[in-house]
């Protein structure tokens, strides 16, 4: 049993480890004085591992601690500022709540340890053949082991925050976690083995449960809001004793199971793992790849864009093929910008007639606006990983005046993409003046209405140009390119940066104007210099 | 119509691979290219398409006035890279748009893709949907339509069913007239059956063997032995 354990983790650092030097190779300019021996470094490496599992622990801790204040304490305060209005404390009972269902309910039964797959139990369980029984079990100690170490300290460390410093409360909660998740673990088990129905990989029930759990908590705040005592009901010790029982035939069942290698055999398969391990990323990082199904074959035949040539031909074909995945956030802008400007034009009509309404402050927030509305980042990944990932190989699609013809072909139809929102954005402002009375200043609105597309355009073409210049994805699946993730952050910043700025200054719009008009040609040149040697794959 | 290769060499970081590798490849000839696992054939290929940069020698193509030429080399992969969201039939017409400067007597896109066997019912369909060979005949036609002098072919008929294999060892046959054809295959009797010279990648450099040896009966072991194994008892 401690072998087994100890192959586990093993294994796992040495992935851990050999990840760690892979990605630091690939780092730019010190990357290439990072050698290949340090795979065979076994001092160096032991350290990384040491170093690798103070990283996993402080990691492991950060990301609950950030869960804890989003999920759990910004929402407990938020429905207190709405529930209890004038209460600088958070409502125990609120975060109790929230706990309750996102963590005890929606976690443990869409989180189970037994059906996860991944590669490490690949590993372990078909290559190096351990004992199933004995590797499930320990993964899920380990797992609620991890979980008590992590939550313990990023539950109490917030309610110290917010003037609640019982401690024991906390353990009773995570008592009862751990008993949740037992039965959890033990539900998933049973309904895989009789079943055959996997509860993490079906979508649609992990995402109801999820989806589920935020209006559970929200419907329960509002119906319990008169009841204080929830908080001292849920977290008293003998609601963790009730608990604690009830997860006894749980944890018998976990302990007794007798197929824990059927289970690892028909789930931890070599299609699913190895082979399916590209088309996952693709699926999930980059949008859903195009499905044959999705197409009549009459529309396979028909030659619509026939009278296009070469790479306009192309990228019709790719943008109609692919219309589906964009499309749907398209819609979702739409209905979003439309629906908070007929708000507005409503609001300022029948609530707000004798308010200062002018808009002339919001151009900065715009500009932080634009940004989440651009759909760049997300087109140019389906562009590498459905299309340039496979014609990157060819010769003739690298040269210089190709990657300008595709770039412009490109820009043309993302930012034909984005225009209409950024439209109806113009259109919902007009609107707004309108209805406010304002309709005399109207026309001081317009370097602002020239700069909310202007802007629009702006970011199109930044996404696109870092895409050409940097290309960070990589052929397996996945990003990793410094210089990508720094212009990108640096953009973000500055789009953040603008959200902060409280000026109605028409300078401000005449800057944004002048630096969208100057940006079109360099990015031009940009590509022209640096794209051939630097869209390649990696 | 000579590729000379000249004292080749290519590093990556201590591993050498290419050390001083030299041969000249004529047209008119089908090589195959033999070595074992991590040889370096495909680095080699790399090399001779400009998809790598070499760390030291030449790749030259000669004319056939023994002129330098341009090296322009069709590379057709082991794993076929074909844009997935594109049907048979799109996949040619976009390639002999791009191409249309380089390709001599063009014909219609139904003519290339019957050309290969692929059936009618199979130019509408996805090219996610095709089977390895079938996408393997598509990357074949892309060097069938534009032919450029020097075809790179990695591990090219292991993936078709016999008689595919057989119509595409037909095709080969008849551009060797025109071209420069080197294939890498591990398959030594797809080696003996097509090729009329055997290239040997060993230790980073390249040795030619005899073309009697190429049907002599004990082929296998002499090869074996030339790359290093031990031969039969």
Same mark, same amino acid.
């Given at each position: 049993?401690?072998?087994?354990?100890?192959?586990?983790?093993?294994?796992?650092?040495?992935?851990?480890?050999?990840?760690?030097?892979?990605?630091?190779?690939?780092?730019?300019?010190?990357?290439?004085?990072? @050698?290949?021996?340090?795979?065979?470094?076994?001092?160096?490496?032991?350290?990384?591992?040491?170093?690798?599992?103070?990283?996993?622990?402080?990691?492991?801790?950060?990301?609950?601690?950030?869960?804890?204040?989003?999920?759990?304490?910004?929402?407990?305060?938020?429905?207190?500022?709405?529930?209890? @209005?004038?209460?600088?404390?958070? $409502?125990?009972?609120?975060?109790?709540?929230?706990?309750?269902?996102?963590?005890?309910?929606?976690?443990?039964?869409?989180?189970?340890?037994?059906?996860?797959?991944?590669?490490?139990?690949?590993?372990?369980?078909?290559?190096?053949?351990?004992?199933?029984?004995?590797?499930?079990?320990?993964?899920?100690?380990?797992?609620?082991?991890?979980?008590?170490?992590?939550?313990? @300290?990023?539950?109490?460390?917030?309610?110290?925050?917010?003037?609640?410093?019982?401690?024991?409360?906390?353990?009773?909660?995570?008592?009862?976690?751990?008993?949740?998740?037992?039965?959890?673990?033990?539900?998933?088990?049973?309904?895989?083995?009789?079943?055959?129905?996997?509860?993490?990989?079906?979508?649609?029930?992990?995402?109801?449960?999820?989806?589920?759990?935020? @209006?559970?908590?929200?419907?329960?705040?509002?119906?319990?809001?008169?009841?204080?005592?929830?908080?001292?009901?849920?977290?008293?010790?003998?609601?963790?004793?009730?608990? %604690?029982?009830?997860?006894?035939?749980?944890?018998?069942?976990?302990?007794?199971?007798?197929?824990?290698?059927?289970?690892?055999?028909?789930?931890?398969?070599?299609?699913?793992?190895?082979?399916?391990?590209?088309?996952?990323?693709?699926?999930?990082?980059?949008? $859903?790849?195009?499905?044959?199904?999705?197409?009549?074959?009459?529309?396979?035949?028909?030659?619509?864009?026939?009278?296009?040539?070469?790479?306009?031909?192309?990228?019709?074909?790719?943008?109609?093929?692919?219309?589906?995945?964009?499309?749907?956030?398209?819609?979702?802008?739409?209905?979003?910008?439309?629906?908070?400007?007929?708000?507005?034009?409503?609001?300022?009509?029948?609530?707000?007639?004798?308010?200062?309404?002018?808009?002339?402050?919001?151009?900065?927030?715009?500009?932080?606006?634009?940004?989440?509305?651009?759909?760049?980042?997300?087109?140019?990944?389906?562009?590498?990983?459905?299309?340039?990932?496979?014609?990157?190989?060819?010769?003739?699609?690298?040269?210089?005046?190709?990657?300008?013809?595709?770039?412009?072909?490109?820009?043309?139809?993302?930012?034909?993409?984005?225009?209409?929102? %950024?439209?109806?954005?113009?259109?919902?402002?007009?609107?707004?003046?309108?209805?406010?009375?304002?309709?005399?200043?109207?026309?001081?609105?317009?370097?602002?209405?020239?700069?909310?597309?202007?802007?629009?355009?702006?970011?199109?073409?930044?996404?696109?140009?870092?895409?050409?210049?940097?290309?960070?994805?990589?052929?397996?699946?996945?990003?990793?390119?410094?210089?990508?993730?720094?212009?990108?952050?640096?953009?973000?910043?500055?789009?953040?940066?603008?959200?902060?700025?409280?000026?109605?200054?028409?300078?401000?719009?005449?800057?944004?104007?002048?630096?969208?008009?100057?940006?079109?040609?360099? $990015?031009?040149?940009?590509?022209?210099?640096?794209?051939?040697?630097?869209?390649?794959?990696? | 119509?000579?590729?000379?290769?000249?004292?080749?060499?290519?590093?990556?970081?201590?591993?050498?691979?290419?050390?001083?590798?030299?041969?000249?490849?004529?047209?008119?000839?089908?090589?195959?290219?033999?070595?074992?696992?991590?040889?370096?054939?495909?680095?080699?290929?790399? !090399?001779?398409?400009?998809?790598?940069?070499?760390?030291?020698?030449?790749?030259?193509?000669?004319?056939?006035?023994? =002129?330098?030429?341009? !090296?322009?080399?069709?590379?057709?992969?082991?794993?076929?890279?074909?844009?997935?969201?594109?049907?048979?039939?799109?996949?040619?017409?976009?390639?002999?748009?791009?191409?249309?400067?380089?390709?001599?007597?063009?014909?219609?896109?139904? =003519?290339?893709?019957?050309?290969?066997?692929?059936?009618?019912?199979?130019?509408?369909?996805?090219?996610?949907?095709?089977? +390895?060979?079938?996408?393997?005949?598509?990357?074949?036609? !892309?060097?069938?339509?534009?032919?450029?002098?020097?075809?790179?072919?990695?591990?090219?008929?292991?993936?078709?069913?016999?008689?595919?294999? +057989?119509?595409?060892?037909?095709?080969?046959?008849?551009?060797?007239?025109? +071209?420069? &054809?080197?294939?890498?295959?591990?398959?030594?009797?797809? =080696?003996?059956?097509? !090729?009329?010279?055997?290239?040997?990648?060993?230790?980073?450099? &390249?040795?030619?063997?005899?073309?009697?040896?190429? +049907?002599?009966?004990?082929?296998?072991?002499?090869?074996?032995?030339?790359?290093?194994?031990?031969?039969?008892?």
């Amino acid at each position: 049993m401690r072998n087994t354990a100890l192959i586990g983790w093993q294994v796992q650092k040495a992935a851990a480890v050999n990840r760690f030097i892979y990605r630091l190779q690939h780092l730019p300019l010190v990357g290439k004085r990072v @050698p290949s021996s340090l795979y065979r470094a076994s001092e160096i490496k032991s350290l990384f591992q040491v170093l690798s599992l103070i990283g996993g622990i402080v990691g492991g801790l950060l990301k609950k601690v950030i869960y804890v204040a989003a999920l759990l304490y910004f929402p407990a305060k938020l429905a207190g500022d709405i529930l209890f @209005p004038g209460e600088t404390t958070i $409502s125990g009972s609120t975060v109790f709540l929230l706990f309750f269902c996102f963590n005890l309910l929606a976690g443990s039964f869409v989180n189970s340890t037994g059906l996860e797959v991944n590669e490490d139990k690949y590993v372990i369980l078909n290559l190096m053949r351990a004992d199933a029984r004995v590797y499930y079990l320990q993964q899920m100690a380990l797992k609620l082991g991890r979980d008590t170490l992590y939550f313990l @300290p990023a539950l109490w460390g917030g309610l110290c925050l917010f003037g609640k410093l019982p401690f024991w409360p906390i353990v009773s909660l995570l008592i009862e976690l751990a008993a949740f998740r037992l039965i959890g673990e033990a539900a998933g088990l049973w309904l895989y083995d009789k079943k055959q129905f996997n509860i993490g990989h079906s979508g649609k029930v992990g995402l109801w449960l999820l989806m589920g759990s935020l @209006p559970a908590a929200a419907g329960l705040i509002w119906l319990c809001r008169e009841i204080p005592a929830i908080w001292t009901v849920g977290t008293h010790p003998l609601t963790a004793c009730a608990a %604690a029982l009830v997860s006894l035939p749980a944890l018998r069942y976990l302990l007794r199971f007798p197929r824990y290698t059927y289970v690892a055999r028909s789930t931890v398969t070599y299609a699913v793992v190895v082979q399916g391990r590209l088309a996952v990323e693709e699926m999930g990082k980059n949008g $859903s790849a195009v499905d044959e199904k999705s197409f009549t074959s009459e529309s396979l035949r028909s030659h619509k864009f026939e009278h296009l040539k070469g790479y306009e031909y192309l990228n019709a074909l790719f943008f109609a093929r692919n219309k589906r995945q964009h499309r749907l956030l398209w819609r979702v802008k739409m209905i979003l910008i439309g629906g908070f400007s007929v708000a507005a034009c409503v609001a300022a009509l029948f609530f707000f007639k004798d308010k200062d309404l002018s808009l002339f402050g919001i151009m900065p927030g715009l500009v932080f606006i634009l940004y989440l509305m651009c759909s760049g980042q997300r087109v140019c990944k389906s562009l590498f990983f459905n299309c340039d990932v496979c014609l990157l190989k060819y010769g003739f699609y690298r040269q210089g005046d190709a990657l300008l013809q595709n770039f412009r072909i490109r820009l043309r139809r993302l930012v034909w993409m984005d225009m209409l929102p %950024a439209l109806l954005l113009c259109g919902g402002i007009v609107a707004f003046v309108l209805c406010s009375g304002q309709a005399e200043s109207l026309v001081a609105y317009i370097p602002m209405l020239v700069t909310i597309p202007l802007l629009s355009i702006f970011f199109d073409m930044y996404q696109l140009l870092l895409y050409y210049i940097f290309q960070p994805f990589l052929e397996g699946g996945g990003q990793k390119n410094l210089g990508y993730s720094l212009c990108s952050g640096l953009i973000y910043m500055a789009a953040y940066i603008c959200l902060q700025v409280r000026t109605a200054s028409v300078w401000f719009t005449v800057g944004v104007m002048a630096l969208t008009l100057v940006f079109i040609p360099v $990015s031009y040149v940009l590509i022209y210099r640096l794209a051939p040697r630097c869209f390649r794959l990696k | 119509m000579i590729l000379q290769i000249s004292h080749l060499q290519k590093s990556f970081e201590e591993k050498k691979v290419l050390t001083d590798a030299s041969f000249s490849f004529e047209k008119g000839k089908i090589y195959g290219l033999l070595g074992r696992n991590g040889a370096g054939k495909t680095t080699l290929f790399n !090399c001779i398409s400009g998809e790598l940069k070499a760390d030291g020698g030449e790749v030259r193509l000669l004319g056939d006035d023994l =002129a330098p030429i341009a !090296c322009d080399a069709g590379y057709v992969y082991a794993t076929p890279v074909l844009p997935d969201f594109l049907t048979g039939w799109e996949f040619v017409k976009f390639y002999l748009d791009i191409n249309h400067d380089k390709i001599r007597q063009p014909k219609t896109v139904e =003519a290339y893709l019957a050309m290969v066997g692929l059936e009618e019912d199979d130019w509408y369909r996805l090219i996610k949907g095709y089977s +390895h060979g079938m996408k393997n005949k598509l990357q074949m036609l !892309c060097v069938l339509m534009s032919q450029p002098p020097v075809v790179l072919l990695d591990e090219p008929l292991t993936s078709f069913d016999v008689v595919a294999a +057989h119509q595409m060892k037909e095709l080969l046959r008849e551009m060797k007239t025109n +071209h420069i &054809l080197i294939l890498s295959t591990h398959i030594l009797q797809i =080696a003996s059956d097509i !090729c009329d010279e055997i290239v040997i990648l060993n230790n980073g450099e &390249l040795r030619g063997v005899g073309e009697e040896m190429i +049907h002599a009966p004990d082929f296998e072991n002499q090869v074996i032995e030339l790359l290093g194994g031990e031969r039969d008892a």
